[in-house]
């Protein structure tokens, strides 16, 4: 009986590490396929910035349109807050410090 459930054990254990491998490879999959998918997607967001210009009778050029969608895939105007530390720790309390 013993020797049964040690077998039913490793066998669990076999399959959530292979359970673990696909979610793996699933999810690297997913990454590739969302990187081949970004020139698709980068031209349909060109298209769209170019119609809501036209429509409002706004001349863009192209180059403006493409360097915009280029900012926006570098991250160049998100705000992403400093990483915990030390440092930021003491900013903090000297910044609060009269309360």
Do not use: C, W
């Not at 980068?42 to 863009?60: M, P, S, T």
């Not at 900012?71 to 807050?81: D, G, V």
Request: no cysteine; glycine share 4%.
């Amino acid at each position: 009986m013993a020797e049964a459930q040690k077998s039913q054990k490793i066998e669990l254990n076999e399959i959530m590490l292979a359970m673990d491998v696909v979610d793996t490879l699933r999810h690297q999959q997913s990454l590739v396929d969302r990187e081949l998918g970004t020139d698709d997607h980068d031209q349909a967001l060109i298209a769209k910035v170019r119609k809501i210009y036209a429509d409002q009778g706004l001349a863009v050029s192209d180059d403006v349109i493409v360097s915009g969608v280029k900012a926006l895939r570098e991250e160049r105007f998100t705000y992403t807050p400093p990483k915990k530390s030390f440092q930021l720790t003491l900013a903090h309390l000297y910044v609060h410090r009269g309360r």
